[in-house]
């Protein structure tokens, strides 16, 4: 099955300060952490979280409108055998509660089961980051060896 590419351009705008843009015009801020823009780091957990958020809300929220919809996304930086630096492990910590009725009581009921399908199998962001995934760097449209 042929896949879209998904395709997001930064841009510099100042000293350790950068703009994220898609395709539809959409934009994100991001820096070194010196100021109260995301940093690199804390988009790729906010991109966890999001994306494992999206696969349990879009179930859910069709039997019942969530009283609370939480996800903490934390990750523990490390430095590797390599000596290079990554997240381990990144956890999500998922509070999504409901009211007290038939429509709450059956969303409830599927949230855990949601929750390990997206892990499983439907959050794109998590599968990649847990996967062996090949990234490619480029300066001018060649690949660095």
Not at 65 to 93: H, K, W, Y
Request: some cysteine; proline content about 3%; overall charge negative.
């Amino acid at each position: 099955m042929p896949s879209a590419t998904k395709k997001v351009t930064v841009f510099r705008r100042g000293e350790g300060r950068y703009v994220a843009t898609n395709a539809r015009g959409g934009q994100v801020r991001l820096g070194n952490g010196a100021d109260d823009d995301f940093t690199p780091v804390e988009l790729l957990l906010a991109a966890i979280g999001g994306c494992s958020s999206v696969d349990v809300d879009n179930v859910t929220s069709r039997r019942d409108e969530p009283e609370q919809f939480e996800v903490v996304v934390s990750g523990a930086r490390i430095v590797d055998e390599a000596g290079g630096n990554r997240l381990d492990p990144v956890t999500l910590d998922f509070a999504v509660h409901f009211k007290d009725t038939e429509e709450g009581r059956e969303a409830a009921g599927l949230v855990e089961r949601l929750v390990k399908l997206s892990r499983d199998k439907e959050c794109t962001v998590a599968r990649t980051v847990s996967a062996d995934t090949q990234v490619v760097f480029k300066v001018d449209g060649q690949p660095l060896d």
